[in-house]
């Protein structure tokens, strides 16, 4: 089988995906507790006893929360740079099976071969990944998915690491006005979610996908949409002009809601 990919959830009340390929199944962040991780898992056909491991972008809740309930699954190995890591267990009363990586590092586990790689956002030392499977004597039939969320702006080395994938997961966090109108929000909380080490705005995500506009893609998933300061209308007004011109699927994963699987086939089969 080639990579089976699908977001559990999304958004600030949580964010989690599943990646299965042959040998593996991983968990990219865990953001809800463990009763609703299970639940979600189940929906979507999986199991928590399956799961091999979870690989933190960052140490905030709404991606780190379920690293509590891995003391009944002693099995799952957490992947993380120190600094994650350490902001992570300092919350905790048991010590996870860490897998401690430097942020920029190349490794393998199972059959993924995983990037890392820095993102601009208010966290101890946030990252995005890049997962690879397949093929391993053709690295360019491979399927490979790129995970970009919680980050404020997108420097130029982000736009390399998301050129040559199949899939890619980037947030579209909030509209300007929208977030500017709303009542629930400090100004200093507006500032930080719209400054460069905030959250994408739905332009600046259609300007990093215009700029890189990959004919490699097959699938751009929009996700950690704010409930407050965003709505997929606003999204789709934003994306229409880009949407037209790309070949590839688009995906706005409404607040709070997830995805049904998505099957990444070989490039050589598109």
Do not use: Y
Request: glycine share 8%; net charge neutral; with cysteine.
């Amino acid at each position: 089988m080639g990579m089976r990919f699908s977001i559990l959830g999304s958004g600030s009340s949580g964010n989690c995906a599943v990646l299965r390929t042959k040998d593996a199944c991983v968990l990219i962040d865990a953001g809800f507790s463990q009763r609703k991780l299970r639940q979600l898992l189940h929906d979507a056909g999986e199991a928590m006893d399956n799961v091999h491991a979870v690989f933190l972008t960052h140490e905030h809740g709404d991606h780190a929360a379920g690293i509590e309930g891995l003391k009944k699954f002693p099995h799952v190995k957490v992947f993380a740079n120190a600094a994650t890591a350490r902001a992570v267990q300092a919350k905790l009363d048991f010590k996870p099976a860490w897998q401690v990586f430097e942020t920029g590092a190349r490794f393998r586990f199972l059959d993924l071969e995983v990037e890392s790689f820095h993102v601009p956002h208010d966290a101890q030392e946030p990252v995005g990944f890049t997962f690879s499977s397949g093929h391993e004597a053709h690295p360019a039939a491979r399927q490979r998915i790129a995970w970009l969320t919680d980050l404020g702006h997108a420097p130029l080395h982000i736009h390399e690491r998301i050129r040559d994938v199949d899939v890619v997961v980037v947030e579209s966090n909030h509209c300007p006005v929208l977030l500017q109108a709303d009542v629930k929000r400090p100004w200093p909380t507006k500032q930080r979610i719209s400054g460069r080490h905030g959250h994408l705005s739905n332009d600046a995500v259609r300007e990093l996908l215009e700029a890189v506009a990959s004919p490699r893609w097959q699938h751009v998933f929009l996700t950690h949409l704010s409930r407050d300061c965003n709505s997929l209308e606003a999204v789709e007004a934003s994306l229409a002009g880009l949407r037209a011109r790309l070949r590839c699927r688009f995906s706005i994963v409404a607040p709070g809601g997830g995805t049904p699987p998505v099957e990444i086939t070989d490039i050589t089969s598109v």
